[in-house]
């Protein structure tokens, strides 16, 4: 049996339409990379996605797929915090569970880690289609230019979900995290820059067919929410608890 050096946390929340998309492609690159371990971890759906996690999984195991269905939602970086301390290999990553990076991004988060402690996926380094809204990308790159202003991180894209870790630095930035909500991408570059970790960047490119499902009213609310967490984490650089 080979031993997994990396592993992929790939977190759900309320995903059952995507689930089975999802669950084979992971067994398709679980069979091309048998030193890769996946650990799809659903986040305590509501709408069965959990169940049908389960129900995949149990019909077309694999050597080196996991799942983890959380009894009650945690957030995105709970899921992902549960899936590291489950995992024990030498390199650790996450990327959406609804694949909105193709899986051959892993590739590239692998080979840049041979480099750098943390490695993170920036869309603004491809020339790709734009399928969200221009209200959407207006208040993201607001959203980003605050974090770089505020946070002093030279980063023009934080909020990805594609980054990778060695383990060690995976372990000491996790154990100091503090955000749970929106701001915890952010929060992870600024604990890592605290404690002196080397952090590279590789591009990341949406798929074309990803759909963002985020109406009006949301994501006006969840950019109060993430400009709340941006003034939380420059107040815990200041106190220095990240260090």
């Known amino acids: 049996m080979i031993t997994p050096t990396l592993g992929i946390v790939l977190p759900l ?20 990379k048998p030193h890769w371990r996946f650990l799809l971890v659903d986040d305590g759906s ?7 996690l389960r129900r995949l999984h149990q019909e077309r195991p694999a050597v080196n797929t996991e ?36 899986l051959d991004h892993v590739e590239r988060l692998e080979l840049a880690l041979e480099h750098f402690d943390v490695v993170i996926g920036n869309r603004n380094l491809v020339i790709q289609h734009e399928n969200t809204s221009l209200r959407r990308r207006l208040m993201g790159g607001v959203f980003n230019r605050l974090v770089r202003v505020l946070l002093s991180l030279p980063y023009h894209d934080t ?12 372990r000491a930035i996790f154990a100091r995290q503090r955000i749970a909500s929106f701001g ?7 604990i890592a820059r605290s404690l002196g970790l ?8 949406v798929l074309d067919d990803h759909n963002y499902k985020l109406g009006k009213v949301k994501l006006l609310k969840d950019s109060l929410l993430m400009l709340g967490d941006i003034f939380r984490i420059r107040s815990n650089l200041r106190r220095r608890l990240y260090v």
Do not use: M
Request: charged share 25%; glycine share 12%.
């Open 13 to 32: 929340y309320n995903e059952r339409s995507r689930v089975a998309r999802t669950f084979d492609e992971v067994l398709l690159w679980a069979h091309r």
């Open 198 to 205: 080397t952090i590279g960047e590789i591009p990341a490119r």
């Open 67 to 102: 799942i983890l269905v959380l009894p009650a939602n945690l957030g995105k970086c709970g899921a992902i915090r549960r899936g590291f301390q489950q995992l024990q290999t030498d390199l650790l990553c996450f990327t959406d569970g609804d694949l909105a990076f193709s």
């Open 184 to 190: 915890f991408d952010a929060e992870l570059l600024c």
């Open 46 to 52: 509501l709408d069965g996605g959990g169940d049908e």
């Open 159 to 170: 909020q990805a979900g594609l980054k990778g870790f060695r383990a060690s630095a995976a």
